[in-house]
């Protein structure tokens, strides 16, 4: 019995999946693609902070992009209808765009997101590519999650994970 519970907690403490890493940006984190398969680069522009991943043999030419802003003026008080209609907006940008209507949903960290998909052929090219497009709300942040590929995963594993895993940082004490 001593052996069985010593046993229990020591898998207990085990990590489940020792190829998600968790990542940091600003002051979010997220469980990111594994560091063996997907490349990654941190990148600052004006007010927004952005961490892009791409795996590292790439033919279908997937891409996870994470973008935090703040909020701006516009929609620090939309409803979630607005915010439906913003990112819809967003997608009919896209050159030659097919876009389904946006879901409102919550993260598994109960933060409130609104996601849409569309199909759209790059500038240039000829071929259709896929895109979900989460948009998350904590606070004043403003948090998008851009899955984009030639040919999208079905389970959209990767874009989940992230989607699924982003928190704010609490401050260090």
Not at 20 to 34: F, K, M, N, S
Not at 56 to 74: L, P, Q
Not at 85 to 95: D, G, H, I, K
Request: hydrophobic share 35%; with cysteine.
């Amino acid at each position: 019995m001593k052996y069985s519970l010593l046993l229990a907690f020591v898998l207990g403490c085990s990590p489940t999946n020792t190829s998600i890493t968790d990542q940091i940006l600003g002051d979010l984190r997220y469980d990111a693609p594994p560091d063996s398969t997907w490349d990654h680069q941190d990148t600052k522009e004006i007010g927004r902070q952005i961490s892009r991943w791409m795996p590292i043999e790439n033919g279908n030419k997937e891409s996870i992009s994470i973008i935090r802003t703040t909020i701006d003026g516009r929609l620090k008080d939309a409803s979630p209808a607005q915010l439906e209609t913003v990112l819809a907006e967003a997608q009919r940008s896209l050159p030659a765009p097919s876009v389904l209507a946006p879901t409102m949903t919550k993260t598994k960290q109960g933060l409130q997101e609104v996601e849409v998909v569309a199909d759209f052929v790059p500038s240039g090219l000829k071929s259709s590519y896929h895109r979900v497009h989460a948009m998350i709300v904590d606070g004043d942040v403003l948090i998008h999650v851009l899955y984009t590929a030639r040919t999208p995963d079905p389970t959209l594993a990767m874009f989940r994970q992230v989607v699924d895993t982003i928190r704010r940082r609490r401050a260090e004490s």
